[in-house]
């Protein structure tokens, strides 16, 4: 790999305070995000653990030199009341549908919108789906590709919310401009090299 400049002095995931900063995230609940690819020519992946371990397993197992993290504490989100809508499945027939009609309505609204002149507006969702009883967590991206062809995309959506819907299931939305923000982030660092450095740029 081309040595583009790297140094100690930016912020890397694996230091002690980074990692603390981790720990304690994960004492309050789920730690999710993105995985940015250091000249990776493709999307990020997005990523959500239960705990530490599991984290610390991913990151050893699945990370590159240069490779960018972006970290948000869930339990954080919904202490400032960010969600579109945070539910757990508490009935007790498996299978009925928990997330209010009301909400789905405003949802879908907010995926259709249009901007003033017909422009549409390409507003996304990140859905983040738990199953205390699997041990199970996704984390997914919710848009409409198109307005005329939109169908498609929410009858998905309808079906991850469905799967989900069973006691033990946990479904939180957020608005995807809401990652955009600063203040939101627990951590923002980078995998270092075998000599402790971070690139101080990059194509991610």
């Known amino acids: 790999m081309p040595d583009r400049g790297?140094?100690?002095?930016?912020?890397n995931i694996?230091?002690?305070?980074n990692l603390s900063l981790i720990g304690k995230a994960f004492d309050k609940g789920i730690v999710f995000g993105l995985q940015c690819f250091y000249y990776g020519g493709c999307s990020p992946d997005r990523i959500a653990f239960l705990?530490?371990?599991?984290?610390?397993?991913y990151l050893s197992a699945n990370s590159r030199a240069g490779d960018l993290f972006i970290l948000w504490s869930l339990p954080e989100l919904?202490?400032?009341q960010l969600q579109v809508f945070s539910g757990t499945f508490t009935n007790i027939t498996?299978?009925?549908?928990?997330?209010?009609?009301t909400n789905l309505d405003e949802i879908r609204d907010y995926l259709l919108e249009v901007k003033e002149g017909g422009y549409y507006c390409m507003n996304e969702l990140s859905a983040l789906y738990y199953s205390s009883q699997e041990k199970k967590i996704e984390l997914k991206n919710i848009n409409f590709f198109s307005v005329e062809n939109w169908e498609t995309d929410w009858q998905e959506f309808l079906e991850d919310v469905k799967t989900y819907s069973y006691p033990g299931g946990e479904i939180h939305l957020f608005k995807g401009s809401l990652f955009d923000v600063d203040d939101h982030i627990l951590l923002q660092a980078k995998f270092p090299n075998e000599h402790g450095e971070v690139p101080i740029g990059g194509a991610y």
């Open 51 to 57: 705990s530490y371990d599991a984290f610390a397993s």
């Open 78 to 80: 919904l202490d400032k």
């Open 94 to 101: 498996a299978g009925d549908f928990f997330v209010p009609a």
């Open 14 to 17: 694996l230091s002690n305070e």
């Open 6 to 11: 790297w140094t100690k002095d930016r912020p």
